[in-house]
T-cell receptor, first 114, second 113 residues
Framework: EAGVAQSPRYKIIEKRQSVAFWCNPISGHATLYWYQQILGQGPKLLIQFQNNGVVDDSQLPKDRFSAERLKGVDSTLKIQPAKLEDSAVYLC????????????FGPGTRLTVT | AQSVTQPDIHITVSEGASLELRCNYSYGATPYLFWYVQSPGQGLQLLLKYFSGDTLVQGIKGFEAEFKRSQSSFNLRKPSVHWSDAAEYFCAVGNQAGTALIFGKGTTLSVSS
């Protein structure tokens, strides 16, 4: 079974530029999460989708961050405009939700904002 | 407030020695507990999980953890550490409904020869 795929793996941009990250969850997984992991900290949720609907985006900085999961499969997270404090690893995870309570994580995208 | 505390930021253990990483949680619902390991530049790999039943759970790579409800703890142990275990370890808590995991800040494990 293929794991969670993310791209790109690394991205360097200047502040005020925009950037987009892509995630393809494990096939059949209904729930998709985007986490932000700042250096030296544990991951923190940005947004959670159930199929193509948003379950929780309470911690998403909506003035600059947006995310979508249009067909209930892959997802895109966008930052526009980026700030220095957005430098972090962005992790995507998915969960089947069918008696399996485990979240499976992708390799992450490391973003550096200069 | 819901939270996970990993009191040790950095631990150094000699190769072959035993290891215990501490984790305490505060959670309003029945906790589902996880330990993940993260090597540099890598994503999170699940070591083990506890949902219910036997409070001593076995995981991959020879790790085990014990759930103690009275102490709100879920400490990770390994009887003999290998150099390849050097990494960052995260404790996390979630629930059956699948809401987002709450992670601790992590413990960095260094292994000395």
């Amino acid at each position: 079974e293929a794991g969670v795929a993310q791209s790109p793996r690394y991205k360097i941009i200047e502040k005020r530029q925009s950037v987009a990250f892509w995630c393809n969850p494990i096939s059949g997984h209904a729930t998709l999460y985007w986490y932000q992991q700042i250096l030296g900290q544990g991951p923190k949720l940005l947004i959670q989708f159930q199929n193509n609907g948003v379950v929780d985006d309470s911690q998403l900085p909506k003035d600059r961050f947006s995310a979508e999961r249009l067909k209930g499969v892959d997802s895109t997270l966008k930052i526009q405009p980026a700030k220095l404090e957005d430098s972090a690893v962005y992790l995507c995870a998915s969960r089947s939700g069918q008696g399996n309570y485990e979240q499976y994580f992708g390799p992450g995208t490391r973003l550096t904002v200069t | 407030a819901q939270s996970v505390t990993q009191p040790d930021i950095h631990i150094t253990v000699s190769e072959g020695a035993s290891l215990e990483l501490r984790c305490n949680y505060s959670y309003g619902a029945t906790p589902y507990l996880f330990w993940y390991v993260q090597s540099p530049g890598q994503g999170l790999q699940l070591l083990l999980k506890y949902f219910s039943g036997d409070t001593l759970v076995q995981g991959i790579k020879g790790f085990e953890a014990e759930f103690k409800r009275s102490q709100s703890s879920f400490n990770l142990r390994k009887p003999s550490v290998h150099w390849s275990d050097a990494a960052e370890y995260f404790c996390a808590v979630g629930n059956q409904a699948g809401t987002a995991l709450i992670f601790g800040k992590g413990t960095t494990l260094s292994v000395s020869s």
